[in-house]
């Protein structure tokens, strides 16, 4: 349903032709067949180890693409915004291999996708879905077409978490959670047996303009979803957490915005420890936004920061409670005439006097804790900030 678009460049034209039709069942499963060694290419045996593959190796995709349409994220644009499932059978097969394997220690590290709860989740007309042009099925709100059935989801956890070998099943995937909070069966079975201790989340911000730009559900539907993890987990018997991802210089985001999230995470006794700003990455809209200064959605102007000098004062903001923080944090009060969050109170973010350490090099301000330790804060979450800009 997109248009070619040709662009006129110098004697030359630049054309991207429209995406391929989503993939079908069929195709999925026959692409997962195929026998692959889940392992890294021999030609890497020489760099030692890898990392990342030591966190995703015993993984298992289960389906692609994403209908979120959040802006600084192009998994739409390169998987579709159409979900392409696996079945349930091409799974299980997989699944049960892994489980066979000698070096498997029984832990299926994530059953997932871009979004952790897409699994079958399409336009329940499809003759509609292949003219629709909307962004986002869920912004700004859920499409009342969109099927959001977690049944084949459910099933499927409670198939693979049955098969002999395995131990534990975690979904490290993110939760959308304007989809889960839809389903009390789906969040039961969830904490029940899906969470190693924390689970991932992308509120991103609280701020309702900036999350408007984001095309992100608003604050309340995040409290709402920590209300009925925290309630889920306590009736399993289970300590759990939430590991929220926040993200700052956002476009749209401001000092003032900034200073709401800081409220936002010192009312609840929040304390992220991993932050980052935000990347402009190529094909996402809100790089569109962050170089033209324009929301192209809607042809409205669009504050952004992009110099350092801008962009330092929102993460140190994120981690105001920092003592190598608070000269930033204090200056970016007072230029906003915030000084009433200066000072002993319980809503204040910083204390009068800098605490100790609070002298450091001028202008060095943000960064974050190395390590992938993460601060609990009230009311049963455990906080850290999003480390990867294009994760839903």
Known sequence: NARRLVQPHGDRSVVINPPPLPLTEAVMDAVHDLPYTRKPHPSYDA????????????????????????TFCSITLHQGRAIQSRSQASVMKEVKALAKDPDFKGHVSDLGGPTANMYRMRCSKPEVEAICRRLSCVDPKVCKLLDTSHTPLIQLMKETREVPGIKKINIASGIRMDLARKSPGYMKDLVEHHVGGHLKVAPEHVSDSVLALMKKPAQHTFEEFGERFKEASRKAGKDQYLVPYFIASHPGSG???????????KKNGYRPEQVQDFIPAPMDIATCMFYTGIDPTTMKPVKVARNPSDRAPQRALLQFFMPENYRSVRQSLEKIGREDLIGDGPECLIPENPPKGAYMKKGKAGGGAKGRNRGKGQGGYRWAARRDSNRD
């Open 47 to 70: 760099i030692g180890p890898i990392p990342a593959w030591q966190t995703i190796k015993d993984s298992v995709q289960i389906m692609r693409g994403c209908f979120g349409g959040c």
């Open 255 to 265: 000092i003032e915005e900034m200073v709401e999230l800081a409220q936002f995470l």
